[in-house]
Every structure is written in C-alpha cells, then in structure tokens.
Antibody, heavy 120, light 107 residues
C-alpha cells in the first residue's frame, strides 16, 4: 500500500524558514516524479513544485521561485520542501503527491497534508 | 502559463442526478487533463487522467471527455458520497501545472 507520511508543518513567523518532509513507502520511490501542491484557506489547489525521479530536474511556481527548494533522498525514500522567506500568503495546507505511472503530472497518491501558518 | 477555467463554480444537485462539470484550457493541451475529487479533511483523489481514463478503483459512474481545450467530467446517477469539490488540472508538456478553481457539488 502506498503511503506518504508528511511532517514539518506548524506556525512560523514571516520571513522565517520551515522544511516539510514526506516519507514514502509502498512503491519504488526512485522511479516516480514527486510534487508539492498547496491549498490556501478558502481557495483552490495550487501546484507548487515538482522534481523528477532522479532528482535532476526541478520546477517551481512563480510565486515560490527563489524562496522554496524541492529535493529528494532516494536512498531514504523522502521528499522535502525547504521554504525560506515565508510570507503570509504562503499560509496553506501543503500536500506531497506522487506522480502516476501513466501521465506526468497526474497525482495518484497524496499525503494527508501539512498545515503551514505564517503569522507573527 | 496555461490557465484553466472551470464552470460552474458550484452547483446544486440531488441524488440520482446526472452532473457535468466543464473545464477550458487557455491553449491546447492535447489530452493532458486530470480530474480530482476533494472532500473536507481529506486529500484530493485522482478520478480521471489523460482526459478520459478512469483511475483504478474509481466507480464507472464517473467519466471524462474532451481534447485540445475543452473538457468535461460527468457523474451519472449522483450518489451521496459524490458531494465534494472537483478540480481539473492540466499536465501538458512540463510544469508549471495548473488547476481549475474548483466546482463544489452540493445538495
């Protein structure tokens, strides 16, 4: 059974940093691209960042480019999102998501979400 | 970036109804269109990928159609557990991927 266990959410001050983690199990982690998607309060889903299976290529939404860094440790089956210079509008529930095997960018499994609240 | 426009933003329906949600892309995306269902307190669930392929385990009352810029999600014979918010998402070529704004299906 595929599982994506998230950790790292919480209350952070504006300008601070936080790292989210997503521990994967139940599939061959190194074979799938992975992504982070967020949902802000009262709004819809927003793609944040993606990383290819080998970790060579990374992609970011304009809203987080230069502040967030996605990475992965294929030896420990873990995905990360390092978030720096956090702003109030980064407040959201963050999901890690596993790419399906059939269409890049279609997410067949999701973590349960990590709430990040940016506030002083 | 490719913009995705869903309609309607919300709809009222009854158990047993046929429901259709539409999604339009700002440029052609071939069949690189996915549909998700989100219920409060749970993670999104993939229903359909590649515009019309049903994800494993998804009931056959869900179907997807479309190609290019116009797409639709149809639920035949709505069940109580189908009341949720539905999102389309394009995954054409390479990121950035974009989601529609969502359609809330309520009683």
């Amino acid at each position: 059974e595929v599982q994506l266990l998230q950790s790292g959410g919480g209350l952070v001050q504006p300008g601070a940093s936080r790292r989210l983690s997503c521990a994967a199990s139940g599939f061959t982690f190194s074979r799938n691209a992975m992504s982070w998607v967020r949902q802000t309060p009262g709004k819809g889903l927003e793609w944040v960042s993606s990383i290819t299976a080998g970790g060579v290529d990374t992609y970011y939404a304009d809203s987080v480019k230069g502040r967030f860094t996605i990475s992965r440790d294929n030896s420990n089956n873990t995905l990360y999102l390092q978030m720096n210079s956090l702003r109030a509008d980064d407040t959201a529930e963050y999901f890690c998501a596993k790419d399906g095997d059939h269409l890049w960018g279609s997410y067949d499994h999701w973590g349960r979400g990590s709430l990040v609240t940016v506030s002083s | 970036d490719i913009q995705m426009t869903q309609s309607p933003s919300s709809l009222s329906a009854s158990v047993g109804d046929r429901v259709t949600v539409t999604c339009r892309a700002s440029q052609t995306i071939s069949n690189s269109l996915n549909w998700y269902q989100r219920k409060p307190g749970t993670a999104p669930k993939l229903l359909i990928y590649a515009a019309s392929t049903l994800q494993n385990g998804v009931p056959s009352r869900f179907s997807g159609s479309g190609y290019g810029t116009n797409f639709a999600l149809t639920i035949t014979s709505l069940r109580p557990e189908d009341f949720a918010t539905y999102y389309c998402q394009q995954s054409f070529s390479k990121p950035p991927w974009t989601f529609g704004q969502g359609t809330k299906v309520e009683i």
